[in-house]
């Protein structure tokens, strides 16, 4: 299984905002990609445009799956779910008034899910255990962390090939954050599985990350393996606060 | 206390009769989030569908199964032109779409007015006129066939939402629509497919209306507070809370009709609506 997340030069933005500016990525089979930066640099925008929830004004994103091209901005968000990609989002939006269960049995949805059911949900109770003993309760009773896990096995029950991630440790003490991070490092090994992480928490994403990308005011300023951005004077400067 | 016994058996079959023609609305206005005041209109239509091909021949419970794939297109028709013109444009879409069902209430009204004029319409079908007697009771028949319709109906939504895939879509499909886009389901196609599943199990009922009792083109006014009473009761979209909600609202008005008088019992739908709401919104099985 061979895929392939190609960005190239993409704007887009919301009415006269510009939320980003010919932004280029690639993302190889295989990798986890961290996409950095502080609140309202366009972390999200971008993840919403590789999910078809914000259309770029410019550019081209391309999805190769097994020899296969996509053109995810001609593509709805159904059709992009359906072809592999699944989202952890933002602030996780889980159904709140449903179990634990419906929320993950809503996660295989999409038809090519719907075959490995079993596989899946077994593999996530087992990934989260406490998921399974919380399967009858209502997914809005939980914590902020189990909420999390929650989200991130729904997210799993689509089979997905290409996973993105926006903002896991958003609202998680520093102990849940490092073992989320952790966990999909984990699951991503097992499912072998792509991962684009947005994450402003730079120490706990370069930990997972192959490579990072810095976003700063919708420009990518800077991109590379993990060793250039720790030893990088403008990732320090800008990033970091900590000029040298 | 042989009257209040008789009083509360029948309430329990009658509640069960509330309880069908209320999931509709359950599904419509508890799950969809459709202030779908038109509900009990389209039970009367129902019920005339009935009435008219009962008198081709057929049972009328088999009529009301008939009606069920037109009433569905109809429901799909209706949700798609309350979403182009209302829902899509946001944020008031609530009181303007209780404009516009208010409307097709008038619609429905006037139509079958017009249609079979203002004369009560019933069925005939073996079931209705006799009775069965248990001990010193008698228990009319066509209240034990709307009962025993009302049991299937409730719990066949009830198995349908739990445990397909669109069913539980749309459970969800209010509650998030963007997450339920990431799960790779379309929030439009869902909500109008359920309005279009509400609305056929609303056909049905109406065959239950009219077997149950005559029927007019304004009986309609009637079942909007019961229908109401019930899915709040019940606790928005919740199918074995209707059941229960139904039976409550039978038995109440069953007592209040025997120990008050016929004149008090329209006033026992709006009066536990006001009740409920004031002490517990979230409905009895309220998540």
Known sequence: MALELTIENIDAGYGAVRALQGVSMHVGNGETAALLGTNGNGKSTLMKCVMGMVRPTRGTLMLTIDGVEHDLTKLSTEEIVNIGVAMVPEGRRLFPRLTVEENLLLGAFRPQARAEIAKNASFCYEAFPLLKERRRQLAGSMSGGQQQMLAIARALMSSPKLLLVDEPSVGLAPILVSQTITKIKELKEQYGLTVLMAEQNFHQAIRIADRGYIIVHGEIVFDGNVAELEKNDLVKNYYLGTAA | ?287
């Not at chain 2, 297109?73 to 798609?80: D, P, T």
């Not at chain 2, 829902?87 to 079979?116: H, K, N, T, Y």
């Not at chain 2, 229960?244 to 008088?261: D, K, P, Q, R, W």
């Open chain 2, 1 to 287: 206390m042989d009257l209040l016994l008789d009083a509360i058996v029948l309430g329990l079959l009658v509640g069960c009769f509330y309880a069908a023609v209320s999931v509709g609305l359950s599904v419509a206005f508890g799950l969809l989030d459709v202030p779908h005041i038109a509900h009990p209109a389209f039970l009367v239509l129902g019920a005339y569908g009935t009435y008219m091909l009962n008198r081709m021949g057929w049972d009328p419970i088999l009529a009301g199964v008939a009606l069920m794939p037109a009433f569905m297109l109809l429901g799909i028709a209706v949700y798609r032109f309350y979403y182009e013109t209302f829902e899509r444009r946001g944020s008031d879409a609530g009181l303007r779409g209780l404009a516009f069902f208010f409307g097709v209430v008038f619609i429905v009204e006037v139509g079958l007015v017009m249609v079979f004029g203002v004369d009560q319409r019933l069925v005939e079908a073996p079931y209705i006129g006799k009775s069965l007697a248990v001990g010193d009771m008698r228990l009319p028949l066509r209240l034990l066939v709307a009962f025993a319709m009302a049991l299937v109906l409730t719990i066949g939504l009830s198995l349908y939402l739990s445990k397909t895939f669109t069913g539980r879509a749309i459970k969800a499909v209010a509650q998030d629509e963007t997450a339920l886009r990431l799960m790779g389901a379309n929030p439009v196609r869902i909500k109008q497919w359920a309005f279009g599943i509400a609305t056929a199990v609303t056909g049905l009922a109406g065959a239950l209306l009219i077997i149950v009792g005559p029927v007019e083109p304004t009986i309609d006014r009637v079942y909007i507070g019961r229908t109401f009473c019930v899915v709040v009761l019940a606790g928005l979209g919740s199918m074995s809370g209707t059941l229960v909600a139904g039976i409550i609202l039978g038995i109440s008005e069953s007592i209040v009709l025997t120990l008050l008088g016929a004149s008090w019992a329209p006033a026992v739908s709006f009066g536990l609506l006001l009740v409920m709401l004031g002490i517990r919104p979230q409905g009895l099985f309220g998540r």
